[in-house]
């Protein structure tokens, strides 16, 4: 049994069974992936394959279990080789990030630029998805860190940090009556056009429980995994938005107005994430550092210092 036949497995149940795509990733001739799972196959003395005539179409039982085993292997493997490279090769990589668009627009920025100029010779890559997408890249070993609020709770096989905490604000072209209303209520939000994220995102699933709980339904005209988008709404006259407020930009949004909403919802925390059983290289260590210094909160602070 080689590494590369549990690899083409591995590869062939994430791209759904497509032989052709499973070779293009590993650069590999179609043949090649074939020869890899019919010896793979005849290793393990059992179908691993689910067949409509020569199509592969899915995992048997037995093939559902190696599929598993086989990608806990290449983790370990990844595992293996990480150890070394921290001894050898301790300055230079690859360190792949999963973020979601809020995250990687509007907090990575300057963290990623600190962490560049410690380690010029560290690759990085930005992978964005919804917070769902991110679990499952971390769990599948594609991406090595994910940043996000949403989706990161107790999931098995993963350790999640909380760095910080933070709430939502309103924004509104300059003028509208929201802006100078002395007192914010649900109710008063519920008077007007929301815009603000779909479910699953940037704490979408607080701000609905929070008029759920006080018997309110706002009146959300359109939704959006994008804060960019949210404003661009909001620019154009659909609704007041209802954006994380770390995302308004006084210089960039000067043409809206913000409002703190933190009396109204509750507190979100955001949370950097990777696989219980994978090794962390310094880099890797030394990002978390750097993320969850430079994202503590005042507030967090205080705590820390008292």
């Known amino acids: 049994m080689e590494l590369r036949q549990l690899r083409s497995l591995v590869t062939l149940v994430e791209t759904h069974f497509n032989v052709s795509r499973t070779a293009e990733r590993l650069h590999l001739v179609q043949s090649a992936v074939t020869q890899h799972l019919k010896h793979l196959e005849r290793e393990i003395g059992a179908p691993l394959f689910v067949r409509q005539g020569k199509r592969l179409v899915g995992l048997t039982e037995v093939g559902e279990l190696?599929?598993?085993?086989?990608?806990?292997?290449?983790?370990?493997?990844?595992?293996?080789?990480?150890?070394?490279?921290d001894h050898v090769e301790e300055a230079s990589g690859v360190l792949?990030?999963?973020?979601?668009?809020?995250?990687?627009r509007y907090v990575l920025p300057p963290v990623i630029r600190r962490f560049a100029s410690a380690y010029p010779e560290v690759e990085l890559q930005i992978h964005q998805g919804t917070p769902g997408q991110l679990v499952d890249l971390v769990l599948r070993d594609r991406v090595d860190l994910a940043i996000c609020t949403e989706a990161l709770g107790d999931e098995i096989g993963l350790h999640a940090i909380p760095c910080y905490r933070w709430n939502r604000g309103l924004i509104a072209s300059l003028g509208h009556p929201l802006l100078d209303l002395e007192s914010l209520t649900l109710a008063s939000l519920c008077e007007h056009p929301l815009v603000t994220y779909v479910f699953g995102f940037t704490g979408r699933s607080g701000f609905s429980d929070?008029?759920?709980?006080?018997?309110?339904?706002?009146?959300?005209?359109?939704?959006?995994?994008?804060?960019?988008?949210?404003k661009t709404y909001v620019r154009e006259?659909?609704?007041?938005?209802?954006?994380?407020?770390?995302?308004?930009?006084?210089?960039?949004?000067?043409?809206?107005?913000?409002?703190?909403?933190?009396?109204?919802?509750?507190?979100?925390?955001?949370?950097?994430?990777?696989a219980r059983d994978k090794h962390l290289r310094?880099?890797?260590?030394?990002?978390?550092?750097?993320?969850?210094?430079?994202t503590r909160s005042p507030i967090d602070r205080a705590k820390a210092a008292a």
């Open 237 to 274: 006259g659909l609704g007041v938005g209802i954006i994380a407020a770390l995302a308004y930009q006084p210089e960039e949004d000067a043409d809206l107005g913000l409002r703190d909403l933190s009396a109204l919802f509750p507190w979100e925390v955001t949370k950097i994430a990777y």
């Open 210 to 230: 929070a008029f759920a709980k006080a018997g309110l339904r706002p009146r959300v005209v359109l939704s959006a995994a994008d804060t960019d988008v949210i």
């Open 282 to 294: 310094k880099y890797h260590q030394h990002f978390i550092d750097s993320f969850k210094a430079h």
């Open 96 to 104: 792949r990030l999963g973020a979601t668009h809020t995250q990687a």
């Open 66 to 85: 190696v599929a598993r085993y086989a990608a806990e292997a290449l983790r370990q493997t990844g595992n293996i080789l990480a150890v070394g490279r």
